[in-house]
């Protein structure tokens, strides 16, 4: 089953002391009295609910650029699968250091905003990546470090907004955090399909230089968006404050207390080894890339077709979520997704060797099919880990803690892609020679059945209960 990088994590922000916080969740709870605003998901659409959607989408629209690296990094650069695996797993770094972010937010605000500036530094930043992968790159070691650099800005971007949705779930039901998640993850969805099908379509007419010129005024978006947010400008005095070298010391030394103390909580170290172990089976996307283009000789217009049925497809699962699965126990859908999708994912079996085809079922329309069923179940089975994040979070700490455990997540994400490459390079797959190809997606599927002996490290809840095992941790 594919997995999904957060970003997935999405993931979060930074830890605040109490007299740095925004308006409280209960300042919030009061404008929605009001009918003020429109709903999404059953979200009230505020300022700050909108930044936080727009955000989300641009990560999704940003999947422009998904089809033209995948095809730069083969054709232009002529990595093979394990290569390809390795710079996508180096270019995933920034979301493996995400608290780190929070600290900054919270000790060094620019311009007296810890929010609003890092919305607007980040868009910049993620133009300033996607404007030299369109003029100067050319090297493996200049894209990685390029695609770097739009990864962080997405990261960091994440943090602030996730910090705003973290503190919504506080102590809220499993079903409203499923609510606010859903939005977040819907935008990205809706970004993913707003592009879909140009991303391969432009790639074909274009070339892969064009598609990253027109993506780096996608992130600029993000920098619009932070007027929407609601937050006090920090006084001068307040800022002479925390940029003094004792302050920034001390608080920082705070921070890591608060976190250890946090973390080493059975209730909450458990549950992330679950979702690490979770995330880091180990991957087949790159070598399945390879073999689609270079032996099937799928064109980027119609692998551009298959990302907007797979947009949707992701819409879908974040549809079928929230609509049926938020009120179910957490050990109960994580058990039978992960054992639905490790069958269906073994269906890529079928195409690498033909079979389709003896059944009437040409290798295009069999690649829809199958990746539009994998993805509605790989979204659906991914919104629980978001949920069970947000509310193993206490107060005060839930920021930070929120964008530790998304940064665990994404850590056993990228381990998984790199123990793939690494099982890419055993098996003897190249860009040319597939013969072991099934065998590594059967392996891959199988592994990913492993963490299941270890679903009673989660907590016993059901969906609208508050639990205070989750909420008073």
Request: hydrophobic share 45%.
């Amino acid at each position: 089953m594919p997995r999904y990088q957060v970003g997935l994590t999405k993931d979060d922000s930074s830890s605040r002391h109490s007299e740095w916080r925004q308006p409280s969740t209960d300042d919030v709870r009061k404008s929605k009295l009001g009918p003020r605003y429109f709903t999404a998901f059953g979200v009230d659409l505020s300022p700050d609910n909108m930044a936080v959607a727009i955000v989300y989408f641009v990560q999704g629209v940003l999947g422009l650029a998904r089809l033209a690296v995948s095809f730069y990094l083969k054709d232009d650069l002529h990595l093979d699968p394990a290569e390809t695996a390795v710079v996508s797993g180096f270019s995933s770094l920034p979301w493996l250091i995400k608290p780190l972010y929070g600290f900054i937010s919270d000790s060094i605000p620019p311009f007296g905003y810890r929010r609003r500036s890092y919305l607007f530094l980040s868009g910049l930043l993620g133009a300033l990546s996607w404007s030299l992968m369109a003029t100067v790159v050319s090297s493996k070691y200049s894209a990685a470090s390029s695609i770097l650099l739009g990864s962080l800005s997405v990261a960091f971007s994440d943090v602030v907004v996730d910090s705003m949705v973290v503190e919504r779930a506080r102590g809220e039901s499993q079903s409203t955090s499923g609510s606010l998640q859903s939005l977040c993850w819907g935008s990205s969805a809706f970004g993913g399909i707003v592009s879909a099908y140009f991303s391969g379509s432009l790639v074909d007419t274009y070339g892969v230089r064009f598609v990253f010129g027109v993506t780096a005024f996608l992130p600029l978006m993000t920098s619009a968006v932070a007027v929407l947010v609601n937050e006090h400008r920090i006084s001068s005095g307040e800022r002479t404050t925390l940029h003094s070298g004792s302050g920034f010391v001390e608080s920082s030394k705070q921070h890591v207390r608060q976190l250890w103390t946090s973390v080493k909580q059975p209730n909450i170290l458990l549950p992330t080894l679950f979702i690490f172990l979770w995330q880091a089976t180990p991957q087949s996307d790159s070598a399945m890339f390879f073999f689609i283009t270079n032996k099937l000789g799928f064109t980027p217009e119609f692998l551009g077709r298959v990302k907007l049925v797979t947009s949707f497809a992701s819409l879908l699962g974040v549809g079928l979520y929230n609509y049926f699965l938020k009120e179910v126990p957490l050990r109960k859908i994580f058990l039978v997704t992960t054992i639905i999708g490790s069958a269906l994912g073994m269906t890529q079996v079928l195409l690498v060797t033909g079979l389709n085809r003896k059944f009437g079922i040409s290798d295009e329309w069999f690649s829809i099919g199958d990746s539009l069923i994998i993805t509605v179940l790989g979204q659906a089975s991914f919104m629980p880990v978001l949920v069970l994040a947000a509310k193993l979070c206490p107060p005060g700490m839930e920021a930070t803690l929120f964008a530790t455990l998304m940064s665990i997540s994404n850590a056993g994400s990228v381990t998984g892609g790199l123990v793939g490459a690494g099982l890419t390079r055993i098996f003897g797959v190249t860009r040319d020679t597939f013969g072991n190809l099934p065998l590594l997606i059967v392996v891959c599927n199988l592994s990913s059945l492993l963490p299941l002996p270890l679903l009673s490290l989660l907590p016993e809840e059901s969906g609208d209960t508050d639990n205070g095992e989750t909420k008073n941790i």
